[in-house]
């Protein structure tokens, strides 16, 4: 017997309590470790980048303790408080912040951006530095600058906490510097999107997406008709939700992005019916959040309509957001995968 949920009746709340002890690796990223790494052999960059963040993480929580004498004559840190992955979607940044995460000591914390910045808004900007200034790590996750506000608040979080000697590390598709472009007037921000570069060293990651390596073309959707018989196969005696893609697509307008974790809590599967395209600029970002989580939390997904690769319209693949959605195309079809020919997403 399979359990059936929806998505769509799901109404999550969240307490602050919550925001804050949700900072730390999803079950995917639970156990990962340098070690456990594998660099492409073909991109050195990779294993130059593992040799940089085990270096680093050496220093996390190196200069406390000491007494104020060694505080008022120990030689000043020049170095800088943050190391910045950029790299394409799929070469492995998160596997490596995670374990830059575990091998650190605490208390730490990681998130994705849209987490922190869910934060304060839950919390204040003043009480978030308040909280996180106690922390000898900060790792932030899919770093992007989607507008103005998260620039400018960003930008102060991130010298705040440098200036409270936290160290911080993030990941990202797209250069420091480069933060916003195509998004909004990133040129009349250039100011605070400096300060934020100037927290970071930069370790550039090559490869092509690890998922895709050797591994077959995403499997066609089904059909509506073969969703049933698929669905007990997969996942019986488990928990699925079960849900019109277009219903499913409007129930995520009144449910905020920072509730997506707990939207899916106890879902083992997910079935949608009828995919189709999203249109929306809106509704296509916040369905990037939730296929993150999906992807965190390795749900499978089985699913009829149109192909993960024409979720998103022609011209979105190609704007300012392209790499928000290359990035969820390419983690969908690999749920989808799973969920469908057995493959490890």
């Not at 059936?4 to 990223?29: C, H, M, N």
């Not at 492409?40 to 929580?61: I, M, T």
């Not at 449910?255 to 929306?280: A, C, F, K, M």
């Not at 704007?319 to 799973?338: C, D, N």
Request: hydrophobic share 40%; net charge neutral; with cysteine.
């Amino acid at each position: 017997m399979v359990q059936i949920e929806q998505l769509a009746a799901r109404t999550p709340s969240v307490s602050v309590d919550e925001l804050l002890k949700g900072f730390f690796p999803s079950s995917r990223f639970g156990k990962v470790s340098f070690a456990s790494y594998r660099p492409d052999p073909k991109q050195p960059s990779q294993a130059h980048a593992v040799r940089a963040l085990e270096g680093f993480a050496a220093g996390v929580g190196a200069g406390d303790g000491g007494g104020l004498f060694k505080k008022l004559f120990a030689k000043k840190d020049t170095s800088r408080a943050g190391i910045y992955l950029d790299g394409g979607f799929g070469v492995g940044k998160t596997h490596l912040l995670a374990s830059l995460w575990h091998a650190a000591p605490g208390p730490k914390a990681f998130g994705t951006f849209v987490e922190y910045t869910n934060l304060v808004g839950a919390l204040s900007f003043r009480k978030t530095v308040d909280a996180l200034s106690g922390y000898k790590l900060v790792c932030i996750d899919e770093f992007e600058l989607d507008d103005p506000g998260d620039t400018v608040l960003m930008s102060r979080l991130m010298r705040e906490l440098a200036d409270a000697g936290v160290k911080l590390a993030a990941t990202s598709n797209t250069l420091p510097g480069s933060l916003g472009d195509g998004r909004f007037a990133a040129v009349d921000f250039q100011r605070e999107i400096q300060v934020l570069a100037d927290q970071f060293d930069v370790i550039r990651i090559d490869g092509e997406d690890f998922r895709h390596r050797g591994l077959p073309a995403a499997p066609s959707p089904l059909k509506n008709s073969e969703l049933p018989a698929h669905m007990k196969a997969e996942f019986d005696g488990k928990t699925v939700a079960q849900d019109e893609f277009s219903t499913l697509i409007a129930h995520l307008a009144g449910v905020h992005p920072s509730r997506y974790r707990q939207l899916i809590d106890g879902i083992d599967g997910v079935v949608w019916r009828n995919v189709g395209t999203i249109t929306e600029q809106a509704v296509a970002l916040r369905f990037v959040v939730l296929a993150d989580r999906l992807y965190d939390k390795d749900v499978p997904i089985l699913a009829s309509g149109v192909p993960f690769d024409k979720l998103f319209t022609e011209e979105m693949m190609t704007g300012g957001y392209m790499k928000k959605y290359f990035r969820a195309v390419s983690r969908l079809t690999a749920l989808a995968r799973e969920g469908q020919n057995h493959e490890p997403s």
